[in-house]
């Protein structure tokens, strides 16, 4: 490591100490310390400068590449870190930095490819005048100011096509689920196809087509007729296609595509009520969202005991008493009974 490039850590190292670690502003001391430092730093590090300024070609604009030099060792200081690489490394790229973009702003582009094309390097602040004679700048010059609102139009456009899709795929999930319900409920009185019985004749007489679950054939043409209506609403309500076409497209009647476009926007306007993933489309239909209906608990049973309540009416007409004893039972537990004798005496007995 050259001498030169010890100073320059000693330096860099003395600016850190004497800044604080929060970034706020350091006492009188501190700044006279780091003010001495710099100054130190540019002078080690001028004779790199007085290289790199001829390397560009920038002497005839000394004094603005020096400015910029010196705000490279500012940057240079700034993003030095002494685990990453030496502080030489750090400041001969901010240097090539700020003097390669001084050159572009001064000079045109003398790289081969720009010469090749009579490309011309000028800053975005440059002034330029206007058809009317307005002096501005190629930055005012190239703003879109309607980039904004259209950016909002955008972001809002595919907002809501989300939005419709979700609401169409709630409604044909409806359908589905009602669908298959439905062929749930038609298999538990369907008897069973010839050709199952053939196959399997060990099934007894009451074995019934549910057993096996709704028909593949039926599940397939339920699917294909809800993609065929997911279609029919998507071209009608939100691409704008006439019955006419869709008739055309699909085979079916106007008045069919009609009555599928009302019910399934009957539905939607439905699932927008009551779906809370809708609100935010309620709100701004302004229409109201019907709250949850609250199922009231169910009423805990009474406990049923063996004995019978004696609470109830029926119950409180029973008189129940110990059954009387037999007349031989009573005299048998009693024991014999005495008859006591009365003796009468006529006189005095000796």
Not at 15 to 35: F, K
Not at 68 to 77: L, P
Not at 179 to 194: D, M, S, Y
Request: aromatic residues 4%.
């Amino acid at each position: 490591m050259s001498k030169s490039t010890e100073a320059l850590e000693v330096a860099v190292a003395e600016v850190i100490a004497n800044m604080n670690s929060d970034g706020s502003r350091g006492s009188a001391r501190q700044r006279a310390n780091i003010d001495r430092a710099f100054i130190r730093i540019l002078k080690i590090a001028a004779p790199r400068i007085r290289h790199f300024i001829r390397q560009y070609g920038l002497a005839a604009h000394y004094e603005d590449a020096e400015q910029v030099c010196a705000i490279a060792v500012h940057r240079a200081i700034e993003a030095y870190d002494p685990t990453k690489a030496k502080f030489t490394t750090f400041l001969n790229w901010q240097i090539r930095g700020e003097l390669q973009s001084l050159r572009f702003r001064l000079m045109t582009d003398q790289r081969p490819s720009a010469r090749k094309v009579e490309a011309v390097t000028i800053a975005l602040t440059t002034g330029s005048i206007t058809d009317d004679g307005e002096e501005t700048s190629l930055e005012a010059l190239i703003e879109d100011e309607a980039a904004l609102e259209r950016t909002e139009s955008s972001a809002s456009e595919h907002l809501a096509n989300q939005a419709c899709i979700a609401l169409v795929d709630a409604y044909i999930e409806a359908e589905r689920k009602t669908g298959v319900e439905q062929l749930r409920k038609r298999a538990r009185t369907r008897r069973p196809a010839r050709d199952i019985r053939e196959s399997r004749p060990d099934l007894p007489a009451s074995f019934r087509a549910h057993m096996a679950g709704p028909d593949p054939v039926e599940l397939e043409k339920l699917h294909e007729r809800l993609e065929r209506d997911r279609a029919i609403i998507e071209r009608s309500m939100f691409s704008g296609d006439t019955k006419l076409a869709l008739s055309i497209d699909t085979s079916l009647t106007r008045e069919r595509i009609r009555q599928i476009v009302r019910r399934a926007g009957k539905h939607m306007a439905q699932l927008v009520q009551t779906d809370p993933r809708f609100a935010m489309l309620a709100e701004q239909a302004g229409v109201a969202i019907e709250p949850a209906t609250a199922t009231r608990p169910a009423t805990p049973a009474a406990p049923v005991g063996m004995l019978p309540s004696m609470n109830q009416p029926h119950n409180q007409t029973i008189t129940v008493s110990v059954p009387a004893e037999p007349a031989a039972d009573r005299r048998a537990v009693r024991g014999p009974s005495v008859t006591p004798v009365r003796h009468q005496s006529g006189g005095l007995s000796a």
